[in-house]
Nanobody
Framework: QVQLVESGGGLVQPGGSLRLSCAAS????????MGWYRQAPGKQREMVAG???????NYADSVKGRFTISRENAKNTVYLQMNSLKPEDTAVYYC??????????WGQGTQVTVSS
């Protein structure tokens, strides 16, 4: 079992910034991927960014150049720095963990609202 605890969501004006954090605990495998998905009302959940513990990253085209994912492997923590936020970034953001031994785990979700 893997537990994921997220923090950092909230309300921000267009053009603003937010930083999400997610700490993993439990059965953490030495090889894993952590990242973020989001789901807006009436839409499917989509991948935002992911990062292998070895350092490789992947971003959705819609956030490239604006969002940055990073990790502190010693703390099993992943971050998502979100800059130049747009109203269309409004969604519930879910932390995600995957390893070959455990499969997928999800956080409880944190709301990000971009509005003036």
């Amino acid at each position: 079992q893997v537990q994921l605890v997220e923090s950092g969501g909230g309300l921000v004006q267009p053009g603003g910034s937010l930083r999400l954090s997610c700490a993993a605990s439990g059965s953490i495998f030495s090889i894993n991927v952590m990242g973020w998905y989001r789901q807006a009302p009436g839409k499917q959940r989509e991948m935002v960014a992911g990062m292998h513990n070895g350092g490789n990253t992947n971003y959705a085209d819609s956030v490239k150049g604006r969002f940055t994912i990073s990790r502190e492997n010693a703390k099993n923590t992943v971050y998502l720095q979100m800059n130049s936020l747009k109203p269309e970034d409004t969604a519930v953001y879910y932390c995600w963990y995957w390893s070959p031994s455990t499969g997928d785990y999800w956080g409880q979700g944190t709301q990000v609202t971009v509005s003036s």
